[in-house]
């Protein structure tokens, strides 16, 4: 007899019928972005935003991916790379919050840190 599957079930989620994990297009974090890192992605070649929109789309569902390093000397910030570019963020988990921090390229996101 095949061992039975654990329903998964975060607070104020309704399991569907015959359904084991949550819905997963509900996202559980709101993702905002500081007013920089806002039109530090909105400087970016057009192509480099196709490829960076989805990673932090993506943040809301797992805010720590696979891929992701904390950054130093920080308990709640961290960065998540995508090709030459880095996203950095801040989480807070008491409220359910990503906060980007800023976007760029790697040769140059660190240097207003």
Do not use: H, W
């Not at 399991?15 to 297009?25: A, F, V």
């Not at 570019?85 to 390229?105: E, M, N, P, T």
Request: aromatic share 8%; proline share 8%.
């Amino acid at each position: 007899m095949p061992p039975r599957k654990k329903q998964i079930q975060s607070p104020g989620t309704k399991l569907k019928e015959n359904s084991t994990c949550p819905d997963q297009n509900e996202a559980i974090y709101k993702i905002e972005f500081k007013n920089s890192a806002r039109k530090q992605f909105l400087k970016l070649p057009p192509e480099i935003q196709i490829q960076i929109n989805p990673i932090i789309t993506n943040l809301a569902f797992d805010p720590r991916p696979s891929g992701v390093k904390k950054l130093k000397g920080s308990t709640d910030q961290y960065r998540i790379r995508s090709g030459d570019y880095r996203v950095l963020y801040k989480i807070q988990d008491s409220i359910l919050l990503i906060l980007v921090l800023a976007v760029g390229d790697r040769k140059e996101i660190y240097k207003d840190m």
